[in-house]
């Protein structure tokens, strides 16, 4: 691997990734371990009324020491590893020793197209990747699962992970 | 006579039906407004001026813990009949130098303008938009300056800042809107009015 490409994997940095609702501004989900490992797949507990939201605001934030030429994401909600939905993203270049964001807003798509969160429960991976044109810099698996905020047990366990 | 009266009449009403058709066909020619699915916003201003709470104020997110911008913050997000992704560039000197990286592609600019500034900063304010706008790549690309801090009890007004930086801002549709903290509606016309400069601008 060429000097500069593995300077630019060892200097980057996947900090956090939130959910909002986009209507109050309220986070609904934050992760904010090192989600940049690779071999790991990271859960996220997502609580099930995000899907009564009308508008959803997801945020991620990345450093990097190095600078990037052709920064781009893709990501990909996969479903039983199919993919249900994806999304490509171009940063262009980004600043030597810098911290970033980018935060995208969602409409809900309507009821009617959504599947039951009882159906999506554990099996929708969010795959993020990030590249340096056609480099890859950094993957992140996300597990997710639906959080019933009406069973005790599980509410102080999401407590616990926070 | 009433024969000639009818052909003159005649021939009036067949020149009122060329020219209807004739104007007709000229408005057809005229292209539509085409308003496009999505409109790249770069937000710039110095240090301090007030982009990130600008922003932040627009999405409904808390303005008191704002620390400044390393790098970019982007939004993407509909408003009004398209989607604006705006990239906000860190306003200190070690981003400023990188600012012209961001330049090519966009198609509105939002400069974020201290209305309590000193002068010797207003001046710097005013020499980072003359850099800026004398880029080719931003050639002819609307502008809306943003003047926040008009509740600090010395600043300038929205007019004098206009007078100070309106010969910067030749050879594009440009405006001023002020923004006050804790109500979004600045930020929030503020860009709904470079949305209608940028489907002019075409």
Known sequence: MPGNAENILDGFKLNWMNLRDADTGKILWQGTEDLSKPDHEHEARVPKKILKCRAVSREINFSSIEPIEKFRLEQRILFKGRCLEEWFFEFGFVIPNSTNTWQSLIEAAPESQMMPASVLNGNVVIETKFFDDDLLVSTSNMLTSQLNLNQPRHFLDYLSEQ | ?202
């Open chain 2, 1 to 202: 006579m009433p024969q000639v009266l009818e052909s003159i009449q005649l021939g009036l009403a067949a020149c009122c039906i060329g020219l209807g058709k004739c104007c007709q066909w000229i408005q057809c020619q005229k292209p539509p407004a085409v308003v496009k699915e999505q409109y790249e916003v770069l937000c710039l201003g110095l240090k301090g001026a007030g982009k990130s709470t600008a922003l932040a104020s627009l999405v409904g997110e808390p303005t008191d813990d704002i620390e400044p911008t390393t790098g970019f913050n982007i939004k993407t997000l509909p408003l009004l009949d398209t989607t604006l992704n705006i990239k906000e560039l860190g306003g200190g000197q070690d981003v400023r130098v990188f600012w012209n990286k961001y330049f090519h592609g966009q198609h509105g600019i939002l400069f974020v303008v201290d209305a309590s500034s000193n002068e010797q900063d207003l001046r710097f304010s005013k020499e980072a938009l003359e850099t800026v706008l004398s880029d080719v790549a931003l050639k002819g690309v609307p502008c809306v300056v943003l003047v926040t801090h008009l509740d600090i009890p010395e600043h300038k007004t929205t007019e004098q800042l206009e007078q100070l930086f309106r010969g910067t801002l030749h050879g594009r549709k440009w405006m001023f809107h002020p923004f006050h903290l804790g109500s979004d509606e600045g930020i929030r016309q503020g860009l709904e009015t470079l949305v209608d400069l940028m489907i002019r601008s075409g």
